[in-house]
């Protein structure tokens, strides 16, 4: 049997890695949109300029956090991975970024988003 060397032995651990995210990423999205979306539909009527402004600042965060988590996710797929496929990629992330913003601007309206 044939010693592996450390850049196969990398290779496996990379690809242990994102096993786990495919496995996990999709919960972790989910909660994290959920998270966002109570936080964003909170009641900013009553908010002093600075609070709505950290207010603000925090929907933005939540924001970031889902995008980083679906960039994570888009990398685990892989390049053969129906995420990362090159003709559907720019449209599915249009899409996404529409929605959340969507989401956003019916959270802070007061609506469902």
Known sequence: MEAKSGTEDRMEELETVRAEFLQSLPGDINRARNAY??????AALKMDAKSFAAHQTACKAGLSHL???????????????A?????KSPAVEE???????????GALA????
Not at 37 to 42: F, G, L, S, W
């Open 110 to 113: 007061g609506g469902e988003g």
């Open 83 to 87: 995420e990362n496929d090159k003709a």
């Open 95 to 105: 899409a996404e970024i529409r929605k959340l913003i969507a989401e956003a601007r």
């Open 37 to 42: 979306r109570r936080m964003a539909q909170a």
């Open 67 to 81: 995008e980083g988590l679906i960039k994570l996710l888009r990398w685990a797929a892989g390049p053969d991975g």
